[in-house]
């Protein structure tokens, strides 16, 4: 790893840490704030994800497009996840093979796997509360967010810091 993943843009500004994304511009490239559809190849179980997560995620404007393979692929591994969990709890942890040697059962180490993707696609997605920190939501029909550029706030002064930046 890298070290820290960058802060998007508006959490800069909102923390008054300004916008340095190189040379004073700020993150402009945002993918058009769309609903992906769920892909027919899920499991059942992976399907009933998608749509928990999906509509939330939509309505919070954190998923695009652009993201549908990424959450598709965190809805299976929870598909998978779920399934083995399930087989868990109707086979013993540990199974005793014929030669006499006793290992964990399969379904452990497929249910590890899974919840070991699952956390990385948290992650990207902003499905965790340290990832939403890190995920920048699209704009929404909301209206603009108080943490956009030129946002009127309602003051009808002038700011006097304005009279040293040029216009």
């Known amino acids: 790893m890298r070290g820290r993943k960058p802060k998007p843009s508006n959490l800069r500004v909102i923390s008054g840490s300004g916008c340095r994304t190189g040379s004073g511009k700020r993150d402009v490239s945002r993918p058009a704030h769309s609903m ?3 892909p027919a190849h899920l499991s059942p179980t992976a399907k009933a994800e998608w749509k928990r ?3 939330e995620m939509h309505r919070l404007g954190i998923v695009s497009q652009l993201d549908r393979a990424a959450l598709a692929a965190y809805c299976q591994a929870y598909g998978r996840w779920t399934e083995a969990e399930k087989k868990l709890k109707e086979t013993p942890a540990l199974i005793k093979l014929p030669s006499g040697y006793i290992q964990p059962s399969p379904w ?7 919840l070991e993707l699952m956390h990385k696609f948290m992650g990207e997605l902003g499905l965790s509360p340290v990832s939403r ?15 956009e550029f030129g946002q009127d706030w309602g003051n009808s002064e002038p700011d006097p810091a304005d009279k040293y930046f040029d216009s």
């Open 133 to 147: 920190s890190r995920v920048s939501a699209f704009p929404t029909a909301l209206g603009p967010k108080p943490w």
């Open 108 to 114: 452990l180490g497929i249910a590890n796997k899974q």
């Open 53 to 55: 997560l999906a509509q």
């Open 36 to 38: 992906p559809t769920c």
